[in-house]
């Protein structure tokens, strides 16, 4: 492919680059912001105004194990330690690129080859200098292996990353790619330290108890299952930032506790809050409100149901859509949700709206009357109100009872609650089984040591960046949160890729409407709601964001 006559620098106007999907993928999911500046401050009293100091006390609802996000896409995960690192590009309000650790870039050969110049003034929180050999490496050792959606998108596009010097790193493509840009903030792409962990087992390092960023907080302090201690990065590159003097992230488990210590004022900031307690928080007057599709471990998630497609109970995919047909999703956002979101149409979220599918013949439909035919046209026999058995099913002994198990994290225990009053009606038992994240990620995608599970699947503002890991048939495998089905469709994997490297809205869309449809059909997945959150905090707060750093320019007047 010939060069361009003239590369495209990308500074003052770094949306330059969005020219394919993510402009108009990011327009949709920002639109809930819109919504919620809006009414933020329903009494109409004035935003507080930046201060220097204080303390900002964050309720959380687990401990998360670990403190490095480039090794998971565990939500527990990013949220209590994303505010430690930073990714070669941030994403501002408009959800279009900025700089980060990456002061500019350009890009050549229509997209195949990105060219980042990084900040000099960069050191890590234990004094090294960060430099470009920490980009290649935090990419070719960490990022690409274990971070799920870094590795299903570029792991397989990507040709090399060099660099020429100490302040430039080349990203090169075997073919134009589009969405790499909104793959480098520090949810998608957090850069780590060479130094610390070059060496050593990512997954078992004591760094990731113990980190060393180059984010707008250090660690002062990791206390497991109780709350974790950061202090202001006081050689923070962003001049000025951040302002708090103390983040503190307090292991909160029950949601209604939560709610109890904002309103008594011992924490300051809520990541969500339960619908009946929201409508009364809103009545309050003393806090303000932010509803958003966007999180520290992802953005435009949808609550998925799967299949694991390895056991012959699941084989058959009659048996599955019965089990589709049983759920009933719109009880899942009005009583589980209370609302915050909406019920799932495709398998790519409505979010990412250039490549939401529409018109799917296919997508289940609550119909329990359909689901027992399936499962008697299947061999699925039932006596009165009892528990369905085999008989003649393909695969599985006469007389086994359609019975199996459904992990979920202590968290999600009402979709746990629900999916199995709902299965029952048509006779399948459920044993519901909580599981802690890492015990949790060790049964599902190392042991493969499950019937069903409900996962928080996020889809990021483009297929490439959260769709595509959970489909890919060389994606199947140890990585947290990658294909937990355990899914193979070669065509599938085809159009995964035709839709990689075509360029334009119109052309992929056609791609992903495809590769949707024949998802669909094979149904190794259930969609059920696109989540949203409401962040909470008192009005005299104020300055945070919607992504990982959302505390990184917050501030806390006093009362």
Same mark, same amino acid.
């Given at each position: 492919?010939?060069? %361009?006559?003239?590369?495209? #620098? ?5 949306? %330059? ?58 939500? @527990? ?7 430690? &690192?930073?990714? +070669? ?51 070719? $050792? ?19 990353? $060099?660099? /020429? ?18 793959? +480098? ?13 070059? !060496? *050593? ?11 060393? *960023? ?28 951040? =302002? ?17 210590? +904002? ?11 339960? !619908? ?20 520290? *471990? ?45 019920? @799932? ?56 009872? +359609? ?5 979920? =994290? ?20 459920? $044993? ?38 959970? &489909? ?5 495998? /140890? ?6 089905? *355990? &899914? ?11 839709? %990689? ?6 052309? %992929?869309?056609?791609?992903?409407? #495809? ?32 992504? !990982? ?11």
């Amino acid at each position: 492919m010939a060069r %361009r006559s003239a590369s495209a #620098r990308l500074t003052a106007r770094p949306s %330059r680059l969005i020219r394919r999907p993510a402009a108009t993928a990011i327009a949709a999911t920002l639109a809930l912001l819109a919504s919620a500046c809006a009414e933020q401050a329903p009494s109409g009293e004035p935003a507080a105004e930046p201060v220097k100091g204080g303390t900002l006390v964050v309720a959380i609802s687990e401990d998360p194990e670990l403190l490095n996000p480039a090794v998971t896409t565990s939500g @527990a995960a990013h949220t209590a330690s994303e505010l430690l &690192y930073n990714g +070669l590009v941030g994403l501002n309000a408009q959800g279009e690129p900025q700089p980060e650790l990456a002061e500019s870039w350009q890009v050549d050969d229509d997209g195949a080859r990105y060219t980042f110049q990084l900040r000099d003034d960069v050191t890590w929180h234990d004094g090294e200098p960060f430099t470009s050999n920490d980009v290649k490496f935090a990419f070719e $050792e960490v990022l690409l292996k274990y971070h799920s959606r870094t590795q299903a998108s570029l792991g397989e596009a990507l040709a090399a990353i $060099e660099t /020429p010097d100490e302040h430039t790193v080349v990203f090169t493509f075997d073919q134009p790619y589009g969405s790499l840009l909104q793959q +480098l903030d520090v949810t998608e792409a957090p850069i780590v330290a060479k130094h610390v962990y070059q !060496g *050593g087992d990512p997954l078992e390092h004591p760094a990731n108890t113990k980190p060393i *960023g180059t984010g707008p907080f250090t660690l002062e302090r990791y206390q497991p299952d109780a709350e974790i201690r950061f202090a202001a990065n006081e050689n923070y590159f962003k001049e000025d930032l951040p =302002y708090l003097d103390t983040v503190v992230m307090r292991v909160i488990p029950d949601d209604a506790n939560q709610v109890v210590a +904002l309103e008594s004022g011992e924490v300051q900031w809520l990541w969500g809050v339960p !619908g009946p307690d929201l409508e009364r928080l809103r009545a309050d007057g003393r806090f303000e409100f932010l509803e958003t599709g966007v999180n520290p *471990g992802g953005t435009n998630c949808i609550m998925t149901v799967t299949f694991n497609l390895d056991r012959p109970i699941f084989t058959d995919v009659d048996t599955r859509r019965a089990i589709a047909h049983a759920l009933d999703r719109q009880q899942y956002l009005d009583r589980v949700q209370f609302g915050q979101g909406k019920v @799932a149409e495709a398998p790519i979220s409505s979010g990412i709206s250039f490549a939401h599918a529409e018109n799917l013949d296919d997508m289940p439909v609550h119909d329990p009357a359909r689901a027992e035919q399936l499962l008697d046209a299947a061999g699925w026999v039932r006596e009165g109100d009892g528990t369905r058995v085999a008989n003649g099913v393909d695969g599985v002994k006469d007389g086994t009872p +359609l019975a199996f198990d459904f992990l979920h =994290y202590p968290n999600f225990a009402d979709y746990g609650e629900l999916f199995r009053a709902q299965l029952r009606a048509i006779g399948a038992e459920v $044993e519901l089984r909580p599981l802690e994240s890492t015990v949790f990620v060790e049964k599902v995608f190392t042991e493969r040591d499950f019937d069903t599970n409900v996962i928080s699947y996020c889809n990021g503002t483009d297929p490439e960046i959260g769709v595509k890991r959970m &489909y890919l048939s060389s994606n199947i495998g /140890p990585v947290p949160f990658s294909n937990a089905a *355990g &899914y193979r469709n070669p065509e599938v994997d085809r159009l995964f890729d035709e839709a %990689r490297t075509t360029i334009g809205d119109d052309e %992929r869309k056609a791609a992903y409407q #495809r590769l949707q449809e024949a998802i669909v059909a094979d149904l190794p997945y259930v969609w059920l709601v696109e989540t949203t959150s409401t962040r909470v905090f008192p009005k005299r707060c104020g300055g945070f964001s919607h992504s !990982g750093h959302f505390a990184e320019a917050a501030y806390c007047g006093t009362s």
